[in-house]
């Protein structure tokens, strides 16, 4: 279970707040951990909010799948 938890704002003095970058480098990596976890358990005819998926992709497949009756 994940829990969630404050990062305190960090500033080096160059303006950078290192807390906010220290979050956004943990999140890329659980996106870059669980991402392929879960995209093997879709079905293939899923369409959505997929990586390399859309809705155009969708239409096509059932205007091919129409098409063709």
Not at 13 to 21: Q, T
Not at 25 to 47: C, D, G, M, S
């Amino acid at each position: 279970m994940l829990l969630p938890f404050l990062v305190p704002p960090m500033s080096w003095g160059d303006g950078i707040s290192w807390g906010k970058n220290f979050l956004q480098l943990w999140q890329a990596i659980a996106k870059y951990v669980l991402e392929p976890a879960h995209e093997a358990t879709f079905h293939a005819r899923n369409y959505g909010f997929r990586p390399g998926r859309s809705a155009h992709d969708a239409q096509k497949i059932l205007f091919n799948i129409t098409t063709e009756i």
